[in-house]
């Protein structure tokens, strides 16, 4: 059976096409445009027709005449048929049943939904505009912030080193990791009590954790546990959530473990601001180097920060008693975590007087802010330090610093702290505000990222599939032969000199069409230049749908 070839090179006054029924071939006659169908393309619609397409119900109730014809092509391909009462004489069904076909994935006037809401489908007003200078930076997060979760990731699973002598398992914990250095120089914590700290892993839920290890510390009753259960139902966030607590003899002593949330990357306001610079080895070492003082409104962005877990502690009967630069995590840029609440009860219980406690806080809490204006962790020449202060800052920090450190006959409460803040914490909270909403900003760029994903998926599982090339299910016609043409529409698509064109944008604009079912057409060239469709986005999605299904 021989099928004709008609080329566009030809001029034609008429249209021609040619279409495969069994063993004739029809002809028809118009004066409309020429169009110009290649020899695959004709048996690649013979074959949908044949395979993919399934007469509804309601044709039933058409007369058997009607029923014993081949539907026309063009009804199966486009919708309609324009030379339909013109001399085709293939069946055309009723408009009734075209719409009730065509339309019954996308009516907008269905009684139900498959889904509640539409927001699996694209929204516009969420998408960035296309790049134009083909760059990416429009469509995903800033590579700040990308590059700061990565370096938290890596931080958060990287493998700990072998030569640790650390247990393989302690309690519900393992794959320990050194947070502190472990040689004889390092801090003491709580007095006489050596501690140091592990990052751990949980066997029962596989998230990872800070373990505060006190060394050589014998318990003298199980109800000591009892003091922390305070801190474990509370949530605060600049305060460093505490887990749970329990002793081991896993390090081969008697040691009591505290269980923290662990924050990757985080640093300890005195190795971020209170330690010495070196001296350069050019400068005289009789000379210290100048030190650049803290802005002031990150000073007040941190008294606003303590004062306000200082308050829900307070308020709740507790004291923290390890108000120092050693015990408070800065996270980001100047998000602070009071560390360690809850190790002192445990270590030393004194539930009677934790009034005088309390005061102590803010003793501690006035002289860390005095460290931290004069950028020096002895303040022992409190005169030298005050005129420190006195040239850097304003008379309200100064004024909030005298009333947390001088001695007062009644009880001080931290409340009263908020009257020398003032305005500035209205201030804090516009900067949290913006804060959250530029991140929100970046987090609508990836927002699309996971739907794209599951498209690109079926893309990888309907194409390129030659161990079936002989079943008609995933053979490359019909529909899936759209679908091919589409993939090589997005992606191999070249210029006027026959570069490949590799554009973020133009591949981004034509998934998110196609996945909203766009009723914009767009034409599909073949590979050999010989045959093409001209279809709309909303069918190829019908046509990826009936392949994928």
């Given at each position: 059976m021989t099928v004709w070839r008609i080329r566009r090179l030809i001029p034609l006054t008429h249209y021609e096409q040619l279409v495969l029924n069994d063993s004739r071939i029809f002809k028809r006659y118009s004066n409309s445009k020429p169009y110009c169908y290649s020899r695959f393309s004709i048996k690649a619609h013979t074959r949908q027709a044949s395979h993919s397409y399934a007469r509804p119900k309601s044709y039933e109730s058409v007369d058997s005449t009607q029923q014993g014809q081949r539907q026309c092509r063009n009804v199966l391909i486009y919708g309609n048929c324009k030379y339909e009462g013109k001399g085709c004489t293939f069946y055309h069904p009723p408009a009734s049943y075209q719409a009730q076909e065509y339309d019954q994935f996308y009516s907008q006037s269905q009684p139900t939904a498959l889904f509640p809401l539409n927001h699996h489908l694209y929204n516009k007003s969420t998408?960035?505009?296309?790049?134009?200078s083909g760059t990416h930076h429009g469509f995903f997060v800033s590579d700040d912030i990308r590059e700061d979760l990565h370096r938290r990731s890596e931080?958060?699973?990287?493998?700990?080193?072998?030569?640790?002598?650390l247990p393989d398992e302690v309690h519900n914990y393992h794959s320990l990791a050194p947070l502190e250095p472990t040689g004889p120089d390092r801090r003491k914590y709580f007095g006489h009590w050596a501690t140091s700290c592990y990052r751990a892993t949980s066997t029962l839920d596989g998230a990872v954790y800070a373990l505060r290890r006190i060394e050589n510390f014998r318990l003298i009753h199980e109800s000591a546990f009892s003091a922390i259960e305070p801190w474990r139902t509370l949530s605060h966030p600049n305060i460093v959530r505490i887990r749970e607590a329990f002793t081991t003899r896993a390090f081969n002593d008697s040691s009591?473990?505290?269980?923290y949330d662990y924050h990757p990357l985080a640093t300890t306001l005195f190795d971020t601001f209170l330690i010495p610079k070196p001296v350069p080895p050019y400068q005289s070492r009789g000379l210290a180097p100048a030190v650049e003082p803290i802005p002031e409104e990150t000073i007040w962005s941190f008294v606003i920060q303590i004062s306000n877990a200082m308050k829900a502690v307070h308020d709740r009967g507790l004291a923290f008693r390890v108000m120092d630069a050693t015990k408070i995590l800065l996270t980001g840029k100047s998000r602070l975590r009071i560390n360690c609440c809850g190790l002192a009860d445990l270590?030393?219980?004194?539930?009677?007087?934790?009034?005088?406690?309390?005061?102590?806080d803010m003793i501690s809490f006035g002289r860390l802010i005095l460290s931290l204006c004069s950028r020096s962790a002895d303040i022992s020449n409190y005169a030298k330090i005050r005129d420190i202060v006195s040239r850097s800052y304003s008379t309200d920090l100064q004024n909030a610093i005298m009333f947390l450190i001088s001695p007062h006959g009644s009880q001080k409460i931290i409340g009263k702290l908020f009257d020398f803040i003032g305005s500035r914490l209205l201030l804090e909270m516009d900067a949290v505000q913006l804060r959250a909403d530029a991140l929100e900003s970046q987090l609508a760029r990836e927002l699309e990222n996971g739907r794209l994903v599951r498209l690109l998926s079926k893309f990888g599982f309907i194409n390129e599939r030659p161990e079936f090339a002989r079943d008609y299910r995933w053979s490359e016609t019909g529909d899936k032969y759209i679908v091919k043409l589409?993939?090589?529409?997005?992606?191999?698509?070249?210029?006027?000199?026959?570069?490949?064109?590799v554009s973020l944008s133009h591949v981004l604009t034509?998934?998110?069409k196609l996945d909203a079912g766009s009723e914009e057409k767009l034409m599909l060239i073949s590979r050999d230049d010989q045959s093409c469709l001209v279809v709309s986005y909303r069918e190829i999605k019908r046509c990826v749908e009936s392949a994928f299904r």
């Open positions: 998408a960035p505009y296309p790049d134009l931080n958060l699973w990287s493998i700990p080193p072998q030569s640790t002598g009591l473990v505290v269980t270590v030393n219980p004194d539930i009677h007087d934790v009034a005088s406690h309390q005061q102590e589409f993939r090589d529409h997005v992606f191999h698509g070249v210029d006027e000199n026959g570069r490949p064109v034509n998934l998110n």
